[in-house]
């Protein structure tokens, strides 16, 4: 069994929901992630929220620190989990349920963690 990273990504963070439905959202998320759970499947995960956020670049061997990332970037990683599967097919079966996806242009990305392989 290996592990994969399910990362959630918003094709446009300017889209603002309205409180009820963020909270509509949530729950969305937390059944999908209780089901993974109960299939002893589920390792952890967060979401990724704008506050307090730092970018660091490398510009001409100077470490340069920004605010941000910001919600209006075109596109944003609202969170991540990490799942056990038998395969990517498994990992991508699970992505496919994800509340994330009722979201236009939205997408759920699939990466096997790597362990031990030379990283």
Known sequence: MEEF???MRHEDGKKTASPQQIQVWMKQTMDWIQG???QN???SGTGLPF???R???NKNSKKIVTNGPFGEIKETIGGFIVVKANSVDEAV???KDCPV???DGN???VRKIAKGEGT
């Open 107 to 109: 997408s759920m990305e």
């Open 51 to 53: 506050d307090d956020a």
């Open 5 to 7: 990273a399910l990362i």
């Open 93 to 95: 079966e699970f992505a």
């Open 41 to 43: 499947k589920f390792v």
């Open 55 to 57: 970018v660091v670049t």
């Open 101 to 103: 996806l009722q979201g």
């Open 36 to 38: 993974i759970a109960a």
